[in-house]
């Protein structure tokens, strides 16, 4: 191969978010090494051994972590240039196609390096289960104020005001749950993230003092906050939540399950009465004991739903104020 043909040359690579839930947390499948970033699970689409993209997705992920992947979608494909490179323009580029997965989680990981780690580890900002979390209002409101004032122009300026009010919820605007994607760039473009300055990008000011959680490996927390948009976004209109429950579940265990994925909490009548009249559940006529009180009924997924409406899913308007 000449030199101008190497300088073309693109590798596609295969990138896995496998999400599951495990006490009200949700949890992402990592490869976890000292002395480096936490990755998904990934590797090269190889066009000879892989007859699909899919497959060879499923293949890496049954060689890295030993888990069969159920559930998987396509969420994006990802060409940065310089995503996998120290500088950009040196050796092949690479395109990285990224999935979501889901699985219930089975038992202790038997595959080395291998972890469950909460999500939010990677996204502190992103979980409003107990309250507006502090580093909001700590240190990425007043990091972003200076990054909308440091523009050339005023115009660029209020633009990058609106943005960080739109994604963050600031100035009394409403929190979106489905902005995790538009708020990770955003700190991203500001220089508020690891990421940032590891590929190369040059800025006036230093990171926050307070690490704007844990970054990962080449662009894999960017992958992570294009599957946790989608999985909040689809959960509404496909029942994809039950991808993730146990055959029999109480009510009240499938509402801690959304609320985890959705990082918000939900009024228990409201969310009970939405989910009897979208038909998504139906009783086994079994219960579950609990602590204290009269036992839990279990329920579990009508998959009939599937075939008797075009949208089935877990609409949060029963938000808790």
């Known amino acids: 191969?000449?030199?101008?043909?190497?300088?073309?040359?693109?590798?596609?690579?295969?990138?896995?978010?496998?999400?599951?839930?495990?006490?009200?947390?949700?949890?992402?499948?990592?490869?976890?090494?000292?002395?480096?970033?936490?990755?998904?699970?990934?590797?090269?689409?190889?066009?000879?051994?892989?007859?699909?993209?899919?497959?060879?997705?499923?293949?890496?992920?049954?060689?890295?972590?030993?888990?069969?992947?159920?559930?998987?979608?396509?969420?994006?494909?990802?060409?940065?240039?310089?995503?996998?490179?120290?500088?950009?323009?040196?050796?092949?580029?690479?395109?990285?196609?990224g999935y979501l997965a889901l699985t219930r989680e089975a038992g202790e990981l038997k595959a080395p390096d291998t972890r469950w780690q909460d999500w939010y580890l990677y996204f502190p900002w992103e979980d409003w289960r107990g309250a507006e979390p502090a580093i909001i209002e700590s240190v990425i409101a007043p990091a972003l104020k200076s990054f909308a004032k440091s523009s050339s122009s005023s115009s660029e300026n209020d633009l990058r005001r609106d943005r960080a009010r739109l994604a963050f919820g600031l100035?009394?605007?409403?929190?979106?749950?489905?902005?995790?994607?538009?708020?990770?760039?955003?700190?991203?473009?500001?220089?508020?993230?690891?990421?940032?300055?590891?590929?190369?990008?040059?800025?006036?000011?230093?990171?926050?003092?307070?690490?704007?959680?844990?970054?990962?490996?080449?662009?894999?927390?960017?992958?992570?906050?294009?599957?946790?948009?989608?999985?909040?976004?689809?959960?509404?209109?496909r029942p994809v939540v039950f991808e993730l429950m146990p055959p029999a579940f109480t009510l009240l265990e499938l509402q801690r399950s959304v609320e985890a994925i959705s990082g918000i909490r939900l009024h228990k009548q409201n969310f009970r009465r939405l989910v009897e009249e979208q038909g998504l559940v139906e009783g086994t006529g079994k219960t579950a004991p609990i602590a204290r009180g009269r036992p839990a009924e279990l329920f579990r997924f009508r998959r009939e739903v599937l075939s008797e409406r075009p949208a089935p899913g877990m609409r949060l308007g029963g938000r808790r104020g």
Do not use: C
């Open 1 to 97: 191969m000449n030199n101008a043909s190497a300088k073309n040359v693109v590798r596609i690579g295969l990138s896995a978010a496998i999400v599951s839930l495990a006490d009200e947390r949700p949890r992402v499948l990592v490869v976890h090494r000292k002395k480096s970033f936490d990755a998904l699970p990934f590797g090269p689409f190889e066009p000879l051994g892989h007859r699909t993209m899919e497959g060879g997705l499923r293949s890496w992920v049954k060689e890295q972590t030993y888990l069969d992947l159920g559930y998987a979608e396509q969420l994006y494909t990802f060409g940065d240039r310089g995503r996998h490179l120290v500088k950009p323009g040196e050796g092949p580029r690479v395109v990285s196609v």
């Open 171 to 237: 100035d009394g605007l409403a929190w979106d749950e489905e902005r995790a994607l538009e708020r990770y760039e955003l700190l991203y473009e500001a220089g508020l993230i690891e990421e940032a300055r590891r590929d190369g990008r040059s800025f006036a000011g230093p990171l926050p003092e307070t690490p704007l959680g844990a970054s990962m490996m080449f662009d894999h927390r960017r992958i992570l906050a294009t599957a946790i948009a989608r999985l909040r976004g689809k959960m509404k209109y």
